[in-house]
């Protein structure tokens, strides 16, 4: 029945008069809802909301911090984009109020308070190094970091992934309520680096990150030796250690003749040659200065047999002589074993050992064994060693025993010599090779085919020339080897028949080649003539270019041309060995009027 009751009156003769009377039914007003506490972020909506029961209905005002709000008066309160200045409390009031009019019905009634916090988020908003973030060893520098955030948040220091606290190096001090200064007292090389600020409240973290440098001039962490050792072919690098800031550049001098290459700060040679031996400088350079180390580097070698051991074969009771020569530096020292035992001379006289240094860096050893025994064949073994390794050469110590026979053959064409002499170039075939059966010396035999008298010459090759043979005539040959063991058997015989050189017709004969007897002469008067012949011949000697005797075997042949001949012949062999002459003279049983003298160098041993 609430409402409002208008009452007309009206008659012929005047205006109708209107009286108006409300009647209102109220009911108590309440809260059937209240504004809740709550919290945002800065710039989002603050939505708060109020609401009643009762009769009439209720008319709104809200309040922030007790400060009515110009045009809050609906149930619902709403502030867009909400600032640190929106945080605070809110409430509302309620007051019946008529429908009809502004006429009011009881109190006012007020809600509780809600609190509202607009938060930021921590922002870091400076963060700075003065007067630089670059200062001198034993210097200082201030680093202020300002932050912003509701609530307000803390700020801490950083650095090497730990907190700063108060010490003697760093200093802590809050200059305003949202900005706290880091002092680095004294700085050194320890305290260069990334310095953080981190700003943390509630809502979020903010950080921020200076980097404080302590220029300093290069220095090496580890000098250079003065001097250093290299080995031969092996790998091998030179370490520049330095440190500066801002880190120095790093240049290598080096020999001319060098392998290596810079690699950082390091001179890498993959294989060390003698040219990279000398002076390598290391040079460090930044903003802040220079330095430099030297070092010399010695290229030394392991050891490298030289002269090694072979099978060796010595006859019974004979010497063995082994020789070692080896390269190495530092200068190897050398030491034998003979059939897995150390060689100690003092021990047993029969063991030698005579070492000496052939130059700096190679050294000669020989072990001489005298009497040798059948007990003493076996493995000898030469070992030299320095710092960088050891290298050992090895050989059997064998019997020696007399050469297997030769197969002797021709193989060279004749030569002419003379009128009637020429020469041939006979060789054979060496034995096979046989460290216990070597082959020395070789002994040729020669003789004219169906004469008794032979020559015998000496070689130590497998080949030699005999000249002023008779020309058209037949040889036969045979050769055998010999050795310290003993004389291997003659070859089998072979045969060649030298050239044909006839004289030409009226030809004049040299004085020293052929002497002419005509008439007759007496048996006695002949022979001695013959005689002195021979003895003129044999004493012939030809001297080499070193100025030593050549020994010579002296034939004389006479013959006569056409179909009468005569023939007297004096042969002479003259000993290679004994270096003195053996004549021998085997005169034909018939004269001859004609008389020719041949002689011929025999090569020696």
């Excluded at 009286?19 to 109220?26: F, H």
């Excluded at 085919?449 to 008779?470: A, M, P, Y």
Aim: net charge positive; proline share 7%; hydrophobic share 40%.
């Amino acid at each position: 029945n609430s409402g409002r009751y208008l009452c007309a009156a009206n008659n012929s003769v005047g205006p109708t008069l209107n009286k108006s009377v409300e009647v209102a039914l109220t009911v108590p007003l309440q809260f059937a809802e209240e504004p809740m506490n709550t919290s945002l972020l800065v710039g989002n909506t603050l939505s708060l909301a109020c609401a009643t029961t009762g009769y009439p209905p209720a008319q709104y005002q809200w309040y922030h911090n007790n400060t009515r709000l110009a045009g809050a008066t609906q149930a619902n309160l709403t502030v867009l984009g909400a600032s640190i200045n929106s945080s605070g409390t809110y409430n509302c009031t309620a007051l019946s109020t008529s429908l009809y009019s502004s006429r009011t019905f009881g109190s006012p009634i007020t809600s509780a308070a809600a609190s509202v916090a607009v938060r930021l988020p921590a922002a870091i908003l400076s963060f700075v190094a003065t007067p630089s973030p670059a200062v001198q060893v034993g210097g200082s520098v201030n680093l202020t970091c300002t932050a912003a955030g509701h609530p307000p948040p803390t700020i801490s220091f950083w650095f090497n992934d730990a907190m700063i606290r108060p010490s003697p190096v760093y200093a802590l001090r809050r200059a305003l309520a949202f900005s706290r200064t880091l002092s680095i007292l004294s700085a050194g090389v320890a305290q260069q680096g990334l310095y953080w600020c981190n700003a943390t409240n509630a809502v979020g973290t903010s950080a921020r990150v200076i980097r404080v440098d302590v220029p300093r001039a290069p220095s090496f962490e580890t000098p250079l030796s003065p001097k250093i050792v290299a080995r031969l072919g092996g790998a091998f690098q030179l370490v520049c250690n330095v440190s500066g800031n801002p880190p120095p550049t790093v240049a290598w001098t080096a020999p001319s003749q060098s392998s290596g290459r810079r690699v950082g700060n390091a001179f890498v040679m993959s294989a060390v040659t003698q040219g990279d031996a000398g002076m390598y400088t290391c040079a460090a350079r930044n903003p802040s200065g220079m330095v430099q180390d030297s070092t010399m580097l010695d290229v030394q070698e392991a050891p490298v047999i030289r002269t090694g051991l072979s099978d060796t074969a010595v006859e019974l009771g004979g010497t063995a002589r082994l020789v070692c020569v080896c390269r190495g530096e530092p200068l190897p020292s050398v030491a034998w074993h003979h059939k897995g035992n150390a060689v100690t001379p003092p021990s047993d006289q029969r063991y030698a050992v005579i070492t000496s240094s052939i130059s700096a860096d190679e050294v000669r050893s020989e072990l001489s064994i005298s009497g040798i025994t059948s007990a003493d064949f076996g493995l000898v073994v030469c070992s030299f060693a320095n710092v960088w390794d050891t290298r050992s050469s090895n050989g059997n110590l064998m019997q020696l025993l007399p050469p297997l026979p030769l197969v002797g053959r021709r193989v060279a064409s004749n030569k002419t010599s003379g009128s009637a002499t020429t020469s041939i170039l006979l060789s054979w075939a060496a034995p096979a090779a046989d460290v216990t059966r070597p082959a020395e010396t070789y002994r040729v035999q020669y003789w004219r085919t169906g004469q008794s008298v032979r020559f015998t010459v000496t070689t130590n090759t497998s080949s030699v020339e005999l000249i002023g043979l008779v020309a058209s005539a037949a040889y036969t040959w045979q050769v055998q080897a010999e050795n310290a063991a003993g004389t291997s058997a003659y070859s089998a015989e072979s045969t060649f028949t030298t050239a044909a050189t006839p004289a030409p017709e009226g030809q004049t004969k040299p004085f020293y080649n052929e002497i002419w007897f005509y008439g007759a002469a007496g048996g006695a008067g002949f022979a001695l003539l013959v005689l002195l012949l021979v003895i003129i011949c044999c004493r012939c000697r030809r001297k080499d270019d070193e100025g030593t005797p050549r020994v010579c075997v002296c034939t004389t042949e006479c013959a006569w041309p056409g179909p009468r001949a005569c023939r007297a012949r004096t042969q002479v062999q003259v000993s290679i060995e004994k270096h003195q002459k053996t004549m021998q003279q085997r005169p034909s049983s018939s004269l001859a009027p004609c008389l020719r003298r041949t002689m011929h160098p025999v090569p020696q041993t």
